[in-house]
């Protein structure tokens, strides 16, 4: 294993049990992980919260307790395993996804971490990860988006949905957004909606309604899930597709199958790590993100960077719909 200096303790987020913010405990003295077969240790820099960390901590998502939350960070790699670890070596600079980023340390698979390309800083590179790479891989594999189509995205100014707007926007899309405010709406518009409406079912179906000339858009990609799952069904064209990806309103309720029968509706509830599980879907699609930041200057926003022991204030801003961008820890 190669190192350098590694600390025996390490400060990090242990939830030993589902519920609210009050589970999330700062702890100042989890020992620090050591590499395992195909994995390297990496000191985070920054650590990326997203809304499917809200899922783990209150129990929506099933996940064995104890645990450290977080799925992606970048930093700096201290450490190596035994095994295949794709030409990574101590001191490399890299963006990963895996498990346990709410800490300093964390002991990530090699397979899912990558080099971040020098014109990349490393606090963009973490902001971007796992929402740019959902992005690109919801609107090329979950629903094949192409130039002229018509889409709508709820949630359009969240971190997930100023991504989407992005790539919609240079994939060719007009983009209709929901958000809940004014100021939310314009953030949307500055990043690729064309138009933006808020929530109110009749309001978004009379904007599809005058968008699309009455035929409905070609996807929806939905993030928010019960409130506006109906609306959704609705917005959709005859023979499109409703992407639900997350649960922000909560879980979508049953419905009987055959009502998606009369426009023929498709439906994907897709995750990320399904679309990236080899080496090489990975490195395509963080190669893809990466052309994107670089070439294209697509806008990473960051709502804010808290520091670790601030975490539970980061996830009830969260929850609460007070954010607008990326959220990130700062160990």
Known sequence: MASTSIPKTMRGILVEKTGGTEVLQYKTDLPVPEPKEGEILVKNDYVGINYIDTYFRTGLYPSSKPEILGREAAGTILATGPGDTYTLSAGDRV???????YAEYTACPAAKAIKI????????????FLQGLTAITLVEEAHKV??????LVHAAAGGMGLWLCQVLRAKGAKVIGTAST???RAEAKRN?????CGYEKDEVLEVVKRETGGEGVRAVFDGVGKSTWETSLEAVARKGSVISFGNASGTVEPFPLSKL????IKIARPQLFGYIYTREEFEKYANELFQLMIEDNFNVKIHEIYPLK???KAHNDLEGRKTSG???LKP
């Open 261 to 264: 029968a009369p426009k023929c």
């Open 95 to 101: 963006v990963w996804m895996g498990t346990s980023g």
């Open 310 to 312: 601030d975490v539970a």
């Open 192 to 196: 690729g909606a064309g138009v933006c």
């Open 326 to 328: 990326k959220l990130l």
């Open 117 to 128: 390309p020098s014109a990349i800083d490393s606090v963009k590179a973490c902001a971007a």
């Open 146 to 151: 192409l130039s002229g189509d018509t889409i």
């Open 182 to 184: 004014e100021e939310k």
